[in-house]
Each structure stands twice: as C-alpha cells, then as structure tokens.
C-alpha cells in the first residue's frame, strides 16, 4: 500500500507514546488539562484528537489502580497493566457483567440489557445463553460462513473498485461486518441495507441499538415470523432454545439479535484499523505480500494494534485487593485494553507495528468466561479482506484526513477516504 500525507488529526498519532520526560511528574495529576490527569480518559475528545496512550503509559507506571470519584459517570476503578485486567477478567464470580460492561452515565441507570443479554450475564445463566450461540461461530460453522465472506468482500470491494475514491469504513468494512451477522441471524438479503442504515444512524448517535424503533420493531416482526416458522438460522435458535427449561422472552430474543449486531462493531473497527495500519506501515504489507505465510500473526498484531473495543467495565461481587488497593464489593471496574496491549512487560517494543511479533499474547478480543464469542468470525473476515485486497487491488492510496471517532467505548477511524487501483 502506499499512503499519501497525514491529515493534522492523525500527525499527532495516538499510537505513538508520548516522551516519558513529559510524563513523570505525579503533580501534574492535580492539573486537569495535562496529560497525566486520569479524568480525561472520559472525555471523548482525547479518544478522538488527543494521545491516550501517553497516558495510559503514564497510569501503568504511576497509577495502575487507580480511583476515579464520580462526576456525570459513577465513581470507578481504572486498571492499565495487562496482568490486573486480566486477572479480573478471569475472575467472573469476583466481576460481575449483569450491571452493564460499559462505563454510562449515572442518570441512565444500568444497562437495560442487564441480566437478559449474552454480554450482560453472569453464570450459571451465562454458559446456558452461550451455549445455545456457540454453535454459529465456532470454527466449524466460520469455515463454512468463508464462501458467503469471500462473496460480501467480492460485492463491497467490486463496487469500491469501481467508485475508485471510497471510505473503507462505509462502503467496505461496516456493510462487510453487517452483512455477515445479519447472514448469521437470517436476516433476508433484501433488509441488509435497511439495517445498515440504522445501525449507523445508532453508531453515529452513540446511543444504544435499542434506542432505534426501526431496529426494535425489524426485529419484533422478524421474531414472529421464525415463531410460526423456524429456519435454520440463529435467529430460530433463540425463538426455539431454553435457558433453565424456559423458552427466552421476546425481549431477551431482541436484545440478543441488537447485542450481536453492536458487537460487530468492534469487527468493522478492526477491519478499518487493519487497513490503516498497513497504509501507515507500507513496508509491514510487502511482507504480508511477499509471504501470505505471516497472515495469522499479522491478523493478532493488528488486533492488539488497533485494539478497538476501549475498555470493558465489571461490577466487584465482594471485596477485592489489586496491588495494595481495597475495592468494595459494587464498585465499578474499568478495564482499559488498548493500555494492556501497549503494556512494556508484556510486549517488547509495544508501540512497533510488527506483523511477526511473537508471542503476541494481546487481549483485545477480552479473557475469560466473556471472552468475544465472535473472535474465530471476526479473524475471518479480516483474513479474506487483505487477501482480497492483496488479490484483487495494486494500489491503495489514502485520499483524505482520517477522522477518529468521538466515544470512550470503541476506538478506530469514523472515516478513512482511500483511493484503489485495480490489480
Ligand atoms: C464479528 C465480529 C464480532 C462479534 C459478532 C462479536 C460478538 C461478541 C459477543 C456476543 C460478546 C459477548 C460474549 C460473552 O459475554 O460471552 C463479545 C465480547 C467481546 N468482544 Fe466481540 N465480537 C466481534 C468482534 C470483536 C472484535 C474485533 C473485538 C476487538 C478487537 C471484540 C472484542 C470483544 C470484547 C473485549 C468482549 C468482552 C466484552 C465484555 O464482556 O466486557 N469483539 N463479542
């Protein structure tokens, strides 16, 4: 790939750690508008425009655990270093998920998906939800999603190839990651579009897919149909399975089908990060090129690289010490995963960009219990885009300023105007 200059946005690159000198000064914790004042790792805006990896690395050394009063959002623990964030994912009866695993404000109350959706419940009812899901994303069932994958990439990249100038996040990786999971849950191909857009009327709003009456009610109807006649897709799976001998309540069914679609977020986002990587990192792609070897390495460096789910939140069930600090049973925990996946005792060299790193012991996709139930189907879909790209593409130029996008949530490019030339 080659790549053309860098927008002002992205000239101050986040990924690039911020000079230690400027970072080492605990007072600067009382000055807000400083780099190492914890309070901004709220503010969308350092997501969007500013460096919080300086940051990060600055908390991993100075303040791994550390207590953030409340404000608009509910008081929280931060936890920066891989090894802790790790620890508490793997303690699920410790963390709790069924209040929400992302930080909201106080006045929204808990996640109203708590206790019903897949992401938002703790065990024994968890495994069962889990396991009525597994059996379309497992290994099996992706290897036989890869023809319908390879298909979706064919169609997006065909017509980018043909617009010439196109922002790979609306017109290659969100219709590719959509169309995918609607195939999953057996949405009719003729509704894609229609959902498409309204997934990105919520993405763009940032507010939950169950803010969106259209997606609501899509789902509401399409519910009732697989009630009458059940197909062999995972949307009947929900609508026929039980959990604890009881068939799921339409509600559970919905916010299941909405939690899935959400998730793909994450996927799109690491799709757009794969490809800005490797336009940032032309040499990285030669090498992709030259050995299609190296693809399964490159596809989890750019997962730790792009990292694009920014933290996950748990509940403490009882009282809990990390590194000499005392959490109380129903205080919030904010696992920030960028931070872990940049974390100098864990990766050597963190903030290089090398599709031959190993071991990559990175966890973008979570740990544990909650562990991304789409990991096998999201690797998928980034290993036959850069295959079809590497195919079917010579050149791939960036032809705009990157825009990043504005949350606490997800992190990755909201735009990414690129111009491709056909092999
Ligand atoms: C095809 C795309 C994807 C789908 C369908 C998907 C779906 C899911 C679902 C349903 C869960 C909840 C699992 C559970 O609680 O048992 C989950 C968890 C998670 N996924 Fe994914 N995911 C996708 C891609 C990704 C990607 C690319 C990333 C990051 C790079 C990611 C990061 C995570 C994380 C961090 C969690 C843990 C959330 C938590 O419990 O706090 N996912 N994913």
């Not at 379309?136 to 298909?151: D, H």
């Not at 017509?159 to 996040?169: I, S």
């Not at 009732?224 to 339409?250: H, I, K, Y």
């Not at 079809?388 to 949350?407: C, F, K, Y």
């Amino acid at each position: 790939m080659t790549t053309t200059a860098l927008s002002p946005a992205v000239l101050t690159d986040p990924t690039e750690p911020t000079d230690p000198a400027r970072l080492t000064a605990p007072d600067r914790l009382t000055a807000p508008d400083r780099l190492t004042d914890p309070a901004r790792l709220t503010d969308p805006e350092l997501h969007a425009t500013g460096d919080p990896h300086g940051l990060w690395a600055w908390m991993r050394t100075h303040a791994p655990v550390h207590r953030h009063p409340a404000t608009d959002l509910p008081a929280f623990w931060s936890l920066t270093r891989h090894e802790d964030i790790r620890e508490v994912y793997r303690d699920a009866a410790a963390f709790s998920s069924r209040h929400g695993v992302l930080l909201r404000k106080a006045a929204l109350g808990d996640d109203p998906g708590g206790g019903l959706t897949l992401a938002l419940t703790d065990a024994p009812r968890h495994k069962q939800l889990r396991s009525l899901m597994a059996d379309w994303f497992n290994t099996r069932a992706v290897r036989g999603l890869e023809g319908p994958v390879r298909a979706a990439t064919r169609t997006v990249l065909g017509r980018a190839l043909e617009q010439g100038t196109c922002d790979v996040v609306h017109d290659i990786a969100g219709r590719l990651s959509l169309s995918v999971i609607c195939h999953i849950l057996g949405v009719p191909e003729r509704d894609h579009e229609a959902l498409y857009r309204w997934t990105n009327e919520a993405f763009e709003a940032h507010t939950s897919l169950v803010a969106h009456p259209r997606i609501v009610e899509y789902f509401e109807e399409l519910l009732l149909q697989r009630m009458e006649r059940p197909t062999g897709d995972l949307l009947s799976a929900l609508v026929n399975g039980t959990v604890d001998g009881e068939l799921l309540t339409e509600e559970e069914v919905v916010l299941n089908c909405e939690n899935l679609i959400g998730a793909t977020e994450n996927g799109r986002l690491a799709l757009i990060g794969g490809v800005q990587a490797f336009l940032e990192h032309p040499d990285q792609w030669q090498r992709l090129s030259e050995d299609r070897g190296l693809m399964p390495g490159a596809i989890e460096e750019v997962l730790r690289w792009t990292s694009s789910a920014t933290h996950s939140m748990r509940v403490a069930t009882r009282p809990y010490e990390i590194r000499g600090r005392q959490l109380a049973a129903g205080d919030r925990v904010v696992l920030w995963l960028p931070s872990a996946n940049r974390d100098e005792e864990v990766f050597a060299d963190p903030y290089r960009f090398d599709i031959t790193r190993s071991p990559n012991r990175h966890i973008a996709l979570a740990a544990g219990e909650h562990f991304c139930i789409g990991s096998t189907l999201a690797r998928a879909e980034m290993r036959v885009l850069f295959s079809e790209l590497l195919d079917g593409v010579r050149g791939i130029e960036q032809a705009g300023p990157v825009r990043r996008l504005h949350s606490i949530h997800v992190n990755g490019a909201e735009s990414l105007p690129v111009r491709l030339t056909p092999a």
